[in-house]
Nanobody, 120 residues
């Protein structure tokens, strides 16, 4: 009933820029929080950044000062941006959302994942 669609991944040189987008659609009553996770080969999935309906944000230590999470409530879209990518940012990035589909029903949703490769 709820779908998250991601875009913006690809091959980027070190020091380059990234802008990932994730749009939620379907039976949405209220979006409580949105976030981005990533998983590198052989590693566990980790939180990159998240934001809740009150505007608070949380960032992994490895990306603080380099990444920014932002949301457009009118478009049900969350973004992840950086202008200073490092090779260690290489991973599959997943959009995540905590969404109510009516006043008493909620669930956690995941996007399909988008590959980000930072290399010369």
């Amino acid at each position: 009933q709820v779908h998250l669609v991601e875009s913006g991944g690809g091959l980027i040189q070190p020091g380059g820029s990234l802008r990932l987008s994730c749009t939620a659609s379907g039976s949405i009553y209220r979006i409580i929080s949105l976030g981005w996770y990533r998983q590198a080969p052989g590693k566990e999935r980790e939180l990159v950044a998240s934001t809740n309906s009150g505007g608070s944000t949380d960032y992994a230590d490895s990306v603080k000062g380099r990444f920014t999470i932002a949301r457009d409530n009118a478009l049900n879209t969350v973004y992840l941006q950086s202008n200073s990518l490092k090779p260690e940012d290489t991973a599959v990035y997943y959009c995540n959302a905590y969404i109510y589909t009516d006043y008493r029903s909620w669930d956690i949703y995941w996007g399909q994942g988008t590959q980000v490769t930072v290399s010369s």
